[in-house]
């Protein structure tokens, strides 16, 4: 158990739907992220929140929208997605987000796009 | 910008020692770390390397040279459940998220 949860583990959604993922960190961290992990890709960082506040965006189509209300949670709004955006969506957490801080992964939700 | 190697995939004996290398270029440096990937599952932190050296933590020990951008991590003993993606991924700076690498998928084998 990491602390860190993820909901839901599986979505199938058409292209015209939207969706919403959720998480939500139960280890009194400050910053939270979303990943995206494609086959045979590196994960790819696509949202950084520190204190709630959005410090990192690595140009992720605006079809992608995250959303942090508090420290423990953190959504990531999906609407109108494409095939190519089926994958596994990884969210982590850490104390802040710098240096040394490990970060510490949920389950993931795996995505379909059909 | 920002690159970072390892092998794809990787095969070893139960009982065996395996090392995985990582190689990486980016701008700056401050920190490298691994991560265990089930199938299925999240990753989970394995080792920080910030200093040169090696750090030894049980079965499992990470090695850092910053000279030469190289690191790699040694599994000793290895047993079948350690069967799994290993990620290796770099701080470039003190404020900047990590940058991972696409993990070396390591089967054990009877």
């Known amino acids: 158990e990491t602390g860190v949860t993820q909901t839901p583990r599986h979505l199938v959604m058409g292209m015209t739907n939207k969706k919403s993922l959720k998480c939500e960190q139960h280890?009194?961290?400050?910053?939270m992220y979303w990943y995206k992990q494609s086959a045979k890709k590196p994960l790819e960082l696509m949202f950084v929140y520190s204190l709630e506040e959005r410090v990192e965006n690595n140009s992720v189509p605006s079809r992608f929208s995250p959303e942090c209300p508090n420290s423990s949670h953190l959504f990531l709004h999906l609407h109108t997605l494409q095939p190519e955006d089926s994958a596994l969506y990884l969210c982590?957490?850490?104390?802040?987000?710098?240096?040394?801080?490990?970060?510490?992964f949920g389950p993931g939700t795996r995505l379909l796009v059909l | 910008g920002q690159n970072i190697d390892q092998p794809t995939e990787m095969t070893a004996t139960e009982g065996a020692i395996v090392q995985i290398n990582c190689t990486y270029q980016?701008?700056?440096?401050?920190?490298l770390f691994w991560y265990q990937q089930h199938a299925g599952e999240a990753p989970t932190f394995l080792s920080y390397?910030?200093?040169?050296g090696l750090e030894e933590k049980g079965r499992f020990s990470s090695f850092l040279s910053r000279s030469k951008g190289y690191s790699y991590l040694l599994l000793k003993e290895l047993q079948m459940k350690d069967s799994a993606s290993y990620l290796c991924?770099?701080?470039?700076?003190?404020?900047?998220?990590?940058?991972f690498g696409k993990g070396t998928r390591l089967s054990v084998i009877a």
């Open positions: 980016t701008s700056g440096f401050n920190g």
């Open positions: 280890l009194g961290h400050n910053a």
């Open positions: 390397n910030v200093l040169d």
């Open positions: 991924a770099v701080r470039d700076s003190g404020n900047t998220p990590l940058v």
């Open positions: 982590a957490s850490s104390q802040g987000s710098t240096k040394s801080e490990t970060q510490y």
